[in-house]
């Protein structure tokens, strides 16, 4: 077991492993405040010497460069979940309507007859039901107004557009996958046409299969930066199909592997509408930028490889927006 250090220690460490450190108070500061784990072992190793066994860094390495890595994530962490919030409100929205203009009856959502009800489904349908009802009835058992208890008071009923604002992005995705066919269809295609509308060409398809790994995707990178889980790390478990308008339109050959960082941010094109999702892809690109200008004893090749982001990134061209 490794003893505790403590930030004395942790500065003296570093400068003992070569770390150029010029401003103790302020690295002193930082590590106070970021945790020592989270700043150096997720945002130094690259600093690493290859050429000895020993944990020495680099020369020339500085603390100033570890904190632009350090800062840098957190950044895209901050991005990035800002238009996840935005991706499950749309989300939530298109799955409210379609699922309430097929089902009127009283609490159609704790019927399995408002759902794709068959063997393979029966335990996820059960288990989806059983989240439903918890939250009605924690809703109800509150002491205080709310919108679930108002209408199980008044109306007698809960409605999805009502329900849906109370379920996680995680519930959400699980609620869409049991869906019956001809919803789903209609939900896909009202995010269909905002990939289209993206990459600007209306042949663009997006099968039901992949648009679950998609949603699987996005609820895996929401739980790694809610938890403040390391980027550089991140590896989601769906592998999509090679859509080629939008694989080729962000420089992905067909043969790679699409399970980085970078290749679940372009799938945000198929649920953003084109000024949200360049907003957000010219805010990365603007992060990126600025830590090339940080980094002077590595390449910022190395830590934008790891996030599955094509080499020299940094120097892509802005994409309009309004």
């Keep these: 077991m490794k003893s505790f250090l403590s930030i004395d220690d942790q500065i003296q460490r570093l400068q003992q492993r070569n770390v150029i450190i010029s401003n103790t108070e302020l690295a002193k500061q930082y590590l106070t405040l970021n945790n020592y784990y989270n700043v150096i072992n997720s945002c130094a190793r690259d600093f690493l010497r290859k050429d000895t066994i020993s944990d020495e860094y680099l020369n020339g390495t500085t603390f100033e460069e570890i904190i632009a890595i350090h800062k840098f994530e957190n ?62 009835t924690e809703q109800i058992n509150q002491k205080i107004p709310n919108p679930i208890k108002h209408y199980a008071k008044d109306h007698q009923d809960v409605p999805m557009y009502v329900l849906i604002n109370e379920l996680t992005f995680g519930n959400v995705v699980y609620l869409f996958k049991i869906m019956q066919h001809a919803e789903r269809a209609e939900i896909i295609n009202i995010f269909n046409s905002i990939m289209c509308e993206n990459l600007n060409d209306s042949s663009s398809k997006i099968f039901p299969n992949d648009f679950d790994k998609m949603l699987d995707n996005l609820l895996n990178l929401r739980n790694t930066t809610a938890h403040n889980s390391s980027l550089f790390t991140f590896k989601c478990r769906g592998n999509i ?45 603007k992060r990126c930028k600025r830590l090339n200008q940080k980094l002077h004893t590595i390449s910022p090749n190395q830590i934008y490889i790891k996030l599955g982001f094509p080499i020299g990134f940094y120097g892509y061209p802005k994409i309009a927006q309004n």
């Design 241 to 285: 199909s090679y859509i080629k308008s939008l694989h080729e339109r962000f420089n992905i050959a067909a043969d790679a592997p699409k399970q980085d960082l970078y290749n679940i941010i372009i799938t945000f094109a198929c649920f953003l509408p084109k000024n949200d999702f360049r907003k957000l892809y010219n805010s990365i690109l």
């Design 75 to 136: 950044e895209l962490k901050h991005d990035i979940l800002e238009y996840l919030l935005l991706i499950e409100k749309h989300l939530k929205s298109t799955i409210a309507h379609a699922f309430c203009s097929k089902h009127s009856d009283l609490y159609a959502c704790l019927s399995k007859d408002s759902y794709n009800f068959n063997q393979s489904n029966m335990l996820n349908i059960a288990k989806t039901i059983e989240i439903l009802a918890k939250n009605i």
